[in-house]
T-cell receptor, first 112, second 109 residues
Framework: SQTIHQWPATLVQPVGSPLSLECTVE??????LYWYRQAAGRGLQLLFY??????ISSEVPQNLSASRPQDRQFILSSKKLLLSDSGFYLC???????????FGQGTRLTVV | RKEVEQDPGPFNVPEGATVAFNCTYS??????FFWYRQDCRKEPKLLMS???SGNEDGRFTAQLNRASQYISLLIRDSKLSDSATYLC??????????FGSGTQLTVLP
């Protein structure tokens, strides 16, 4: 079965600092991959999704970017964090022909 | 209009009660439907898929109404451990998953 690894679990970063969150997938090939953000007490907001290497779709304009350098690797980045970037970031994967999504354990980011 | 809409709640119900959540979706080309459960400060986890004919898993029943474009989740005999946020998820034809914002349920002793 599919497993999503995401790290770190918790991160505290100052405003203006860069960000790199990594997500890797085991147990499947060519997965659809997603980055979601969940603000405190709010629903999941889709940030990016990818259907393959180098293929990134952005759902909302923002201070973040995503890259998919390998089939099972999905990276969320920022050059300069804003206070509003604080939240719970979740990487999810859904395999080809299997639309169920599996989530990583999430990264709780606090920008101070 | 949001692609997937849910009543955010909160729903506060006594133990043993029956509670139902609805979710509406706007894209008629949507193909697959799911209910996820999210505990506080944790990642969402699949509760159950929703099939056209309706499906049941123990105390949980999910139904799909394609004509009216909504799905529902019924929880019977609520337990304290059912307290969580329930997320409606819809898969579009582009294999993209869209999550509702969730319905918060608190089961009270």
């Amino acid at each position: 079965s599919q497993t999503i690894h995401q790290w770190p679990a918790t991160l505290v970063q100052p405003v203006g600092s860069p960000l790199s969150l990594e997500c890797t997938v085991e147990g499947t090939s060519n997965p659809n991959l997603y980055w979601y953000r969940q603000a405190a007490g709010r629903g999941l907001q889709l940030l990016f999704y990818s259907v393959g290497i180098g293929q990134i779709s952005s759902e909302v304009p923002q201070n973040l970017s995503a890259s998919r350098p390998q089939d099972r690797q999905f990276i969320l980045s920022s050059k300069k964090l804003l206070l509003s970037d604080s939240g719970f970031y979740l990487c999810a994967g859904g395999g080809l022909g299997d639309t169920e999504a599996f989530f990583g354990q999430g990264t709780r980011l606090t920008v101070v | 209009r949001k692609e997937v809409e849910q009543d955010p709640g909160p729903f506060n119900v006594p133990e043993g009660a029956t509670v139902a959540f609805n979710c509406t979706y706007s894209n008629s080309a949507s193909q697959s439907f799911f209910w996820y459960r999210q505990d506080c400060r944790k990642e969402p986890k699949l509760l159950m898929s929703v099939y056209s004919s309706g499906n049941e898993d123990g105390r949980f029943t999910a139904q799909l109404n394609r004509a009216s474009q909504y799905i529902s989740l019924l929880i019977r005999d609520s337990k304290l451990s059912d307290s969580a946020t329930y997320l409606c998820v819809v898969s579009r034809s582009a294999r993209q998953l869209t999550f509702g914002s969730g319905t918060q349920l608190t089961v009270l002793p």
